[in-house]
């Protein structure tokens, strides 16, 4: 249950109210409100709650309840969910410097807004490469600083987080631990942006739920990023609900992001996943681009070369301003 | 295995050729050549075919591999395929001449270029309606006559075409009957265009083949009309794959229809799936329209207005002109 | 809505307060009784039926509330859902006279109760074996004849019915046409055993709302049978749920099979996988056995040759007297 | 790449030989072997891999192919995959000590083998009870010297381990845990048995690269537990597919469990499922039992109260003795 005073001036009453009642309760502070969490969750019993001055709700923070307005999430100098479509491109996985600096210098000229990146790479199995952990991490903060491009990177347990602080501007939590709710909850006490990836085996109210555990930890800055779900079809890798933004949209104030390289699982496919998804709303997309697609040390297939990433980009910001 | 003469003049050679040999084969004929189609599949007895006049192909006649360029489709005085999107309006299930009429005379207004409407349904329960059947056939066709706009209705059973023959112009089969192979096949043995649905449980292989039942009778006029298939997740009816349009595009030279009605199962989101359908590069769309949506006989939550409609349309056209 | 008269004298006094409301209704005679339906589905209104001499349900006929005992299902000398396992064998397909006959005297001696055996094959592509037709049904006539074993064979059109009729004992109704309901609303006016499978993409819900079509027919003969559903497992050909048949059982008094060879797609699990069922509580199994599987015209691989049914019957009956 | 020595005598010529090529590998000790393991997965160069006293196999440690008979997990005083059933009972969630002394003492009585129970636990929302952490695993230990039964939690991560050290007999990783690879792969650096479940979205082969990250740091002591997938069925809350258990058995010499708590998600249905899971060859069971269900403070519809553990744990230990 989430109880939102009325104004400012209420918030001590409100507060006083609670305490003089028998339930447990926490303050968190939100997009510049002040919020009080109980874990009171039935709404038969809300008369009992003895507030005259607050907003009673019983959905989730990321309800469009709780916040009317769609959220903007910063990042850099890049703002996610301003109307402007943002674009973060770059490899699925840093290989050295040289690759990374290549790719950062090309995304940046053709327009890209953000550069992605993984130094930590969770890969189906420990054979295959995972990833230069922390020397992939100073490789982006190294690029970054050249080019300008703020960063994103997945973290795979939150003992990496003292890594990314100060080296990377936005964290991204993949598939896999989309339910990981003690790396969550940890987020959920810093400030930095998130990229949520849904879990492939999600449904959207359970993805939303893992955002709560970010935002009531007080952290709002969470932007979704739906990469497709688990489905009976094999002529592609994941499948990609063109009904998951719209529900996103009408269920949540958080601004969105689709990633079209990991549904396509095929080069081939990425434009026209891209377009899907541009045309039914995202406010960002996250692309896998690589100087030498063939040679990647993972997800080969699937990575566009820099002239697929040219065309994209410019088909993708031809149709935004079409759709708004 | 299909054997295409590598010219007209060639096709008595073959025909020689194939009798000479021990196999069985068929003649067919398709898109204005000849074709034979033989009964066996492995690919490493191709040389016991003593042919040389021929190519040999152990794909199917949906292929780009048989036939390289895209395949139009011709219903009355549209033609699906050829640049323009076709839009097929109407209800889901004719309920009345007078609510027929008044939906065929303002879809076709708004721009629609095809009349949809069921008069036989596939409902889930034998308790819930079950269409006006005949009459709702010959309803169709007079609106048809009145308003020009030719029609495109769904049979169930092989023993209704008698009622279509004539007063139809485009057959649907629907996603209930998508491996019903005694009406496809049956089906292929006639000439009128077909919508053919995916199934709900199908890959998009097996959709492919089902189409393959029709065309191998030698009737080229399917149309794949994509509605979702079944998922996990309950936010939506079906799910929309944005990948199943460009799979369809590279693997098959027929016509891409996408209907967003079914699988939005809710007003909201029908325009933006029918968005994301068109940036994925669909060829028809076909939509649910209802004078009054709320009171409709069947389908009541995802039938758009008149106003859903007229916004749509107007947004899919203008995309259109973008996306190409 | 289901109307059951409390007791058979009172049924013309129900008959009458159905005529005297302004509601359209029918009477079947199911398992022995009288009923009425009505088209009527709003619970809110059943105090405007004006009935006291009967129960007003608003589940289907497949209900436990509308019968709250199990249905036993008589084919040939054959009783289904009785309490000993029934089990059905026989080839996937019928290839020869020769093959069947060999195949039903050894299912026979090893304690098979029916045999089983396609005519007509829904195969996935038009080019594979599509199954002797008629003359399988004559040859499967033929040898139940000799051996005495009561047979079932898949219907694919409501036109092949006369084929069937006098000829086979249970009509199979197949994956591919689980949601047919032109064929289903036939075979529920027919008298005829219905061996009724789940769609591959159908919940149990809709797959109950399917049975209602035969149900409401006035055919009480159908057994639901259980052939998994499609999901994003690659290691077996479909899934098949342990939760399936519990399920059944608590809604539905029909009795329950289960065909263990398609979704183990491979022969090794099938055992396992019908072992699995009977642990489960199904009545009755459906099993694929073949003269010489390896050569087998349609599902080489998962069809069981003698030894390893001689081996399946064994253990499946001994499980099925502790499990009872 | 696995490479085993054929003999221990040609483990030094086996190194001195892996040495000498450019590759680059790591030795670890595995069920009393020493095995070399490379990042080397291409299975056309094996001719460059300079060895000829070992097999080289290019599948992974779980594999029948590098251990083929079937592997024995101790845990305490009890032995997984041993041939008798095990059966882990105890409550979703510890809640209180006399709770769980109450349950341990109960499950003990009636033949359970080992105590199962929450300290952490990992809930959809934020806003349920999130188990008594610390606190809890110290009541596990309290009821576990006491009863003398062995007992599993769930860890959430890797930073929890030290409270599971020495507390905890066998540790689970749950779910959504189950692609958490930085908890895996901390977990093969100790010796701690491990009951590892299925992501509820991961297939089979990913569940099995999972395991493999846990050997792959030379802790052999998995068991693969079995709690059903996702699927679009709507009447129990996860699909237990019955091919699980006969896939992991031909794949993988790793012991296995069931969970058929979760999937029934329904205490009614719990029995049924943990049969067929016995039927198709489990080592163990892992049930929620609880004093009072309907007040547990969470999955209170699916855990079991005594009588229905009694029950069940009556007719699986019967079932087993058939099936061996």
Known sequence: ????????????????????SSMSFRKISLYGRSLFITNFSST????????????????????????????????GNVKIGSGK?????????????EQLMEIGERVKEMGADMLRGGAF???????????????????????????????????????????????IDMIQVGSRNSQNFALLKFLGQKGMPVLLKN??????????????????????????CYRGVRSFEDSTRFMMDSGAIP?????????????PSHPAGKREYVETLA???????????????????????SDAKQQLDFMGFSKLIKKVRKLKEIVG
Request: net charge negative; with cysteine.
């Open 44 to 75: 038969e019993n809300i008369e009992y709650i003895p507030i005259k001055d607050a907003m009673v709700i019983s959905d989730g923070l990321y309800s469009r309840k709780v916040k009317k307005d769609s959220t903007n999430v910063t990042v």
């Open 85 to 97: 479509l943002v674009i973060a491109a770059g490899p699925c996985a840093v290989e050295s410097e």
């Open 275 to 297: 377009m899907a998804a541009v045309a039914s709303g995202t406010d960002m997309l996250e692309i896998e681009v690589h100087n030498n697609p063939d040679e990647a040390l």
């Open 199 to 224: 879990g492939m085996g999600n449904t959207i109210s359970e993805w939303l739920n893992s955002a709560e555990y970010i935002l009531s930890g007080g952290n709002g800055n969470v932007v979704m």
């Open 121 to 167: 790479k969770p890969r189906t199995t420990p054979y295959s490469f995972q990833g230069l952990g922390v020397k992939g991490i100073n490789m982006m903060k190294k690029v970054s600083d050249y080019t300008g491009l703020p960063t994103v990177s997945e973290i795979m347990d939150l003992s990496y987080y003292k890594h990314f602080d100060g080296n």
């Open 1 to 20: 249950m989430i109880i939102i005073p009325n104004n400012e001036a209420n918030e001590p009453f409100v507060n006083d109210a609670l305490m003089d």
């Open 247 to 259: 529900v996103l949209r009408e269920r949540s104030h958080l601004p969105v992001c689709a990633d």
